[in-house]
């Protein structure tokens, strides 16, 4: 393949727009050098540590907006280790879940395969459209992404159903970039690779005090392995630590990028940054002649991660290709969504005018490329 030369004056200033691991802002890189002969290669069990941990969860607590009563809880293995301790220690006999693409369809697949669980009732649409969850006899968990990393999809976040049962909602790449109501959940769970622009390995939960409640119920019921048993991160995290060592400098720069989003105005702050990248992206896609948003409804279109179909006269494989050779990376679709696109992170971390950026070269492209 023959590089395009990109002009440098279309070039974004940063070429990083990965929907995760996400663009990691050069502040977060020197705070874990300058923490380096202090925290990096201590124990997690002692004060250094300990209050780095602290230190993340109030910034969580602060960003979100915590109900008075709910727990930060974090624990070792990222969301997909979540989905997993979520069916061993938060469902009691069967969950609803709303299936909209490859990371809903994860979830509800583990709790779907579980042999001391019920059958989950799975709410499916194709990708790019919301499923919903609703109301039904004998759930006692709905969940559900606020957003859908793989297809560009935003869900609301209302509280689904009464009599007990938990609304739990997967918000790994929307946490921090969405304005959210977390009284309408029950757990908000997350990772610190998109939104909050750190290295996986961890997941975050905002949890209330009746999920709380279930699984110390549940895990008291049924035998769980430690690793995914909540009730011990639960535990471990009211001491401010995890039950296994955490990838420490995934701490330092976790914690840089809460301070630097709530010093600048907190939530607010963060989602207007992200709407604002968005509103780039998707107008310029609708005034496109070869591209158009995947998400046909404007109001389900992600804030943070937007997905852009071309139509045939437009290799989109060969379009990231020429974009990579140009420094411009991380903007391949999902790979089993199979569609001809782009996907673009647009994370608080990344520059609006950057995203502006993008589209210029895209357009240079399709034009060469043609």
């Known amino acids: 393949m023959e590089t395009i030369a990109i002009p440098t004056d279309l070039l974004p200033a940063d070429g990083r727009f990965g929907c995760g691991p996400s663009k990691v802002r050069p502040a977060q890189a020197d705070m874990v050098a300058a ?5 990096l290669g201590t124990s997690h069990r002692q004060a250094p540590v300990r209050s780095l941990v602290g230190r993340v969860k109030e910034g969580v607590a602060a960003l979100l ?19 997993d301790a979520a069916t061993f220690s938060l469902v009691r006999e069967r969950a609803q879940h709303a299936d909209f693409g490859e990371f809903g369809h994860k979830f509800a697949t583990a709790t779907d395969r579980a042999p001391f669980l019920g059958a989950s009732d799975i709410r499916t649409a194709p990708g790019g459209t919301l499923a919903v969850c609703e109301p039904a006899d004998g759930i006692d968990v709905y969940a559900y992404p606020h957003n859908e990393t793989s297809t560009g999809v935003v869900s609301p976040v209302t509280r689904i159903g009464d009599g007990g049962a938990l609304t739990v909602v997967d918000a790994t790449s929307i946490a921090g970039a969405r304005e959210v109501d977390l009284a309408q959940t029950d757990v908000y769970y997350f990772a610190p690779q998109k939104v909050l622009a750190s290295d996986g390995g961890l997941w ?3 949890v209330s005090p009746a999920a709380v ?6 895990t008291a019921s049924r035998w ?47 989602a207007g940054r992200s709407a604002r990248s968005a509103a780039v992206l998707y107008e310029w896609a609708e005034a496109s002649e070869v591209a158009t948003p995947f998400v046909a409804e404007p109001a389900h279109r992600s804030p943070v991660v937007g997905t ?9 494989k060969a379009l990231a290709a020429q974009l990579r050779e140009n420094g411009v990376v991380d ?21 609006p005018e ?16 043609g």
Request: proline content about 4%.
């Open 35 to 39: 923490l380096g002969q202090t925290v």
């Open 65 to 83: 907006g915590a109900p008075e009563g709910y727990e930060v809880v974090l624990g070792n293995g990222g969301s997909t280790a979540f989905w």
């Open 204 to 206: 975050i939960a905002v």
């Open 213 to 218: 409640a279930r699984i110390e119920e549940v």
């Open 224 to 270: 769980v392995p430690d690793f995914l048993n909540l009730q011990l991160a639960v535990e471990n995290s009211r001491k401010d630590q995890t039950l296994n060592t955490p990838a420490v400098a995934t701490l330092v720069m976790l914690a840089e990028q809460l301070d630097w989003l709530n010093e600048n105005g907190g939530l607010g702050w963060s």
């Open 308 to 316: 852009v179909d071309f139509d045939e006269s437009v290799d989109a």
């Open 331 to 351: 903007t391949e679709p999902y790979r089993k969504l199979g569609r001809n696109q782009l996907r673009v992170g647009m994370f608080p971390a990344i520059d």
């Open 354 to 369: 950057d995203v502006r950026a993008l589209t210029a070269c895209v357009d240079h492209l399709v034009e060469r490329l």
